[in-house]
C-alpha cells in the first residue's frame, strides 16, 4: 500500500498558510514552516511496517495547487491523508472531493482538531473515505492501514476512526496499539524532508535548525482556548524518556549538522525530568554542540531551573502570557497568577534566556481598557529587555475546544463560517472589535521597532548569525504589521 502524508497547497491573496502542526492557524505574508512531528512520525512509523509512503507537503515546496494536483494523480497513493484546520476545513473538503474525482481508488483521510473536534460534520460535508481523530494519529493511522490491509489481527475499524457505511456514520471502537511514545520509532528525517523546514522558521537563530517533541502536548492541557485541547489534554500527557530525547539530539547533531533545536511539546516537561535531561546534555556535550528551545509556563520554574536549562545550552523560551487580567487568566483555566508573570521573565532573563511572550486580544468580556493593560505590560517588558520578543494573537474560539462551546452557550459568535476564523478578523462579539484587535497587535510588533530596542539589539551583534537573525526577524515583523493591516 502507497500512503502520502499530503499538505495540498492553499492559494490566496491572503499569504501563505501556516498550517502544519500550528495550535492556532494564520495567513503569513512572510511565510514560516514548522517540521510537523506527529505527521512526520506517522510517516516514519507506517515506513517501519512496510508501507510505501509519500511525503507531500506542496505548501512548504511552494509549488502551485496544479504542480502538486498533476504531482498526486501520477503518484496515485492508495491512501492520501491531510492535516485540516477550522480556517481551511472547507478547501480541504472541495480538494477532497476533487481527489475522489480525479483518483477514485484512493482512500482520502482527515486528521487534525477540528475533525476530532467536528468529526461527522466532515464526514458528511465530502466524500472523505475516514476521519481519524485524537492527537496521537501515528499509532491509529498505523491501525487504520493495518485495518485496510486486512491483516489477521486488525478485523474491527479503529478507536477514533469515523466512516460512513450505507449512509450511516460508524464509530471504531478498539484500539489495537498502546500509546506509548518511547515504542515509536526515531523520525526519519529524509523521509519527511527536513530541510525544507530548516530555514524558513522565525524561532531559530542558528541555522539549519529543526524540531522535536518530547511530550504530547502539555502537562497543564486545560486552556479552554487552545485548538489542541482536543487531541491531548494534562490528564493524558505522555513523553519519551529523557534518554530517548537525548539520543535523537545526539543523531540531530552528528548526522545532520542542526545548529538549534526547538522542541515542541505545548509545555517541556519539568521537574525531574527536566533535571535529567539537562544534565544529559550538559554530560554528553551536546550543550557546546547544540542550542535548544522550547515552550513553558509561567511560574513552572525556580531560579535555580531556569539556570540549569541555560547551563545546557537552552536559549529560545516561548511561554504563553494570554492577558493581563486575572478574571481572564482564570476563565482560561490557565493555571496562572499575574503576580508571577513578570518574575518568570525577569528569571529567566537573568539566567541568560531569551523569553518571548504570546499574547492575545479579542475576549468577549473584557473591556479596551483591560485589552490595553496586556498590551501596555507586554510593550513594557519588551521596551526594558525583560523580554527578547513577542506575538500578538486575535482569540479565535475553535469548535472542540471548552471556549467554543462558551461562546455557543453565550451566543456570542457572530458567525460559524470556518474561513472566516483566520484570524483576520473577530468572529465574536466583543467590546475589542476586529479594527481594535488589528490595531493592538500592530502596537506590540511596533514596539520592535522602537529606537532603544533596534539599539540593543545592534551593540548585541557578536557573529553573523547574529547579524542575519535580526535581519530575518525585521522582515518577520514588517510582515506581522502587513498581516494585521487594517481590512479593506
Given at each position: 500500500?502507497?500512503?502520502?502524508i499530503?499538505?495540498p ?14 495550535r492556532?492557524?494564520?495567513w503569513?505574508?512572510?511565510p514560516t514552516?514548522?517540521y ?23 505548501i ?5 495547487y496544479?504542480?502538486?494536483l ?14 485540516s ?6 478547501r ?5 472531493d476533487?481527489l ?9 483521510v ?6 476530532t ?10 466524500k472523505?473515505?475516514y476521519?481519524?481523530?485524537g ?8 491501525e487504520?492501514a493495518n485495518y485496510?490491509a486486512?491483516?489477521?489481527d ?5 478507536f477514533?476512526?469515523y ?7 460508524i464509530?471504531?471502537k478498539k484500539?489495537?496499539?498502546t500509546?506509548d511514545?518511547?515504542?515509536?520509532p526515531?523520525?526519519d ?9 530548516s530555514?524558513k ?6 541555522l539549519p535548525g ?15 482556548f487552545?485548538?489542541w485541547?482536543?487531541?491531548h ?7 519519551v524518556?529523557?534518554t530517548?530525547l ?5 543523531e540531530?547533531i ?8 526547538f522542541?515542541?511539546?505545548?509545555c517541556?516537561?519539568h521537574?525531574?525530568?527536566?533535571k535529567?535531561?539537562?544534565d544529559g ?7 557546546k ?9 509561567v511560574g513552572?520554574?525556580?531560579?535555580d531551573?531556569w ?16 492577558s493581563?487580567?486575572q478574571?481572564?487568566?482564570?476563565r ?5 497568577q499575574?503576580k508571577?508573570?513578570e518574575?518568570t521573565?525577569?528569571?529567566?532573563q537573568?539566567a ?6 504570546t ?10 481598557a483591560?485589552?490595553?493593560e ?12 525583560s523580554i ?9 474560539p ?6 467554543f462551546?462558551?461562546?455557543?452557550e453565550?451566543?456570542?459568535?457572530l ?9 483576520r ?8 472589535g476586529?479594527?481594535?484587535v488589528?490595531?493592538?497587535s ?18 548585541g551583534?557578536r557573529?553573523?548569525?547574529?547579524f542575519?537573525?535580526?535581519?530575518r526577524?525585521?522582515?518577520?515583523v ?11
Open positions: 500500500m502507497k500512503i502520502s499530503s499538505y497547497p492553499l492559494e490566496s491573496d491572503k499569504g501563505t498558510a501556516l498550517l502544519s502542526q500550528n492556532q492557524f494564520q503569513f505574508n512572510h514552516y514548522i510537523p512531528m506527529v505527521p512526520a512520525s506517522t510517516a516514519t512509523l507506517l515506513q517501519e511496517n512496510s508501507y510505501e509512503v509519500f511525503w507531500d507537503d506542496g512548504a515546496e511552494e509549488i502551485s496544479k504542480q502538486w498533476e504531482r498526486i494523480k501520477l503518484e496515485a497513493p492508495d491512501m492520501i491523508i491531510m492535516e484546520k477550522t480556517p481551511v476545513i472547507k480541504h473538503w472541495k480538494i477532497t476533487e475522489k474525482s480525479v483518483l477514485p481508488n484512493s482512500i482520502v482527515l486528521i487534525g482538531d477540528h475533525v473536534g467536528m468529526p461527522e460534520e466532515s464526514i458528511n460535508a465530502c472523505v473515505d476521519v481519524v481523530t492527537g496521537n494519529y501515528d499509532f491509529s493511522l498505523l487504520l485496510l486486512k491483516k489477521d486488525f478485523k474491527e475499524l479503529p477514533g476512526i466512516t460512513k457505511v450505507d449512509d450511516k456514520i464509530q471504531g484500539s489495537y496499539l500509546r511514545l518511547n515504542l515509536l526515531r523520525v528525517r529524509e523521509l519527511t524532508k527536513w530541510k525544507m523546514y530555514e522558521n522565525g524561532n531559530f537563530k542558528y529543526t524540531y522535536t517533541m518530547a511530550g504530547r502536548d502539555c502537562w497543564w492541557g486545560r486552556c479552554t487552545c485548538s485541547t482536543t487531541l489534554s494534562g490528564t493524558n500527557f505522555k513523553t524518556t529523557p530517548k537525548l539520543d535523537e539530539v545526539g540531530l552528528e548526522k545532520y549538522g542542526v545548529k538549534e533545536i522542541d515542541d511539546s505545548g517541556f516537561p521537574g525531574s525530568w527536566l535529567e535531561f539537562c546534555m550538559i554530560e554528553r556535550g551536546y550543550n554542540k547544540v542550542i535548544m528551545g522550547c515552550n513553558m509556563r513552572a520554574l525556580n531560579q531551573e539556570n540549569l536549562m541555560a547551563k545546557a545550552n537552552f536559549r529560545f523560551i516561548l511561554i504563553g502570557l494570554e493581563m487580567n478574571s481572564t487568566l482564570d482560561l483555566d490557565k493555571g496562572v499575574i508571577d508573570i518574575p521573565m525577569k528569571m529567566a537573568k541568560g534566556l531569551d523569553p518571548h511572550i499574547t492575545m486580544v479579542g475576549y468577549p468580556w473584557e473591556t479596551k483591560e485589552a490595553t496586556t498590551i501596555n505590560f507586554a510593550k513594557r517588558l519588551f521596551v526594558e529587555g527578547d520578543s513577542l506575538q500578538a494573537t486575535i482569540v479565535v475553535y469548535p472542540g475546544t471548552p471556549m462551546k462558551e461562546a455557543k453565550h451566543g456570542w459568535l458567525t460559524e463560517d470556518w474561513d472566516r476564523y483566520d484570524m478578523e473577530s468572529v465574536w462579539k466583543s467590546e475589542v476586529t479594527e481594535d488589528k490595531v493592538f500592530q502596537e506590540l510588533y511596533k514596539a520592535a521597532l522602537t529606537p532603544s530596542f533596534i539599539f540593543r539589539k545592534v551593540i551583534i557573529s553573523w548569525d547574529d542575519m537573525f535580526l535581519f526577524t525585521g522582515l518577520k514588517l510582515g506581522h504589521l502587513k498581516d494585521f493591516g487594517k481590512s479593506k
